[in-house]
């Protein structure tokens, strides 16, 4: 997507698939790939948040990195500082571990950040519901 024509929508919709492809994911493949269950978590959170800081009147950086999503949301809302713990965690399952070959994330800590997440997600649309209207 250009920098320029990112709505709280198209964000929204992104986050969506990723959302959508964790959960599949998690409850019909054998043996269940926890890993990238993981990846597509922290793909949603970071999209619900960068569709969060649009609305919020804030440029969403290219960055992967939750903390810093957040911190930059607390700036107009001090009300995320709710979900702040929870970004922490889920940032660790970014770009990098997808690919780093020696990572072994157990199918409930798997679940655990993909409950986060949804988390997150029932955050922002209490927070601003404005990301989920269509």
Partial sequence: ???QTNTPEDWRILAERDISV???LANNMIPVPTEI???HCQQAAEKY???A???????????HDLDKLCKLAL?????????????TIITHFSIQPR?????????VDMRLVLAHTKTIRDFLQKETPELFQS
Avoid: N, Q, T, W
């Fill in 22 to 24: 964790a959960d599949y």
């Fill in 49 to 51: 948040l960068k569709g």
């Fill in 1 to 3: 997507m250009d920098k």
């Fill in 53 to 63: 800081l649009v609305i919020l009147e804030e440029e969403p950086p290219y960055i």
């Fill in 37 to 39: 269950i993981a990846f």
């Fill in 75 to 87: 700036k107009h809302r001090p009300s995320f500082v709710s979900i702040s713990s929870l970004c």
């Fill in 99 to 107: 690919y780093d070959m020696g990572i072994s994330l157990s199918e």
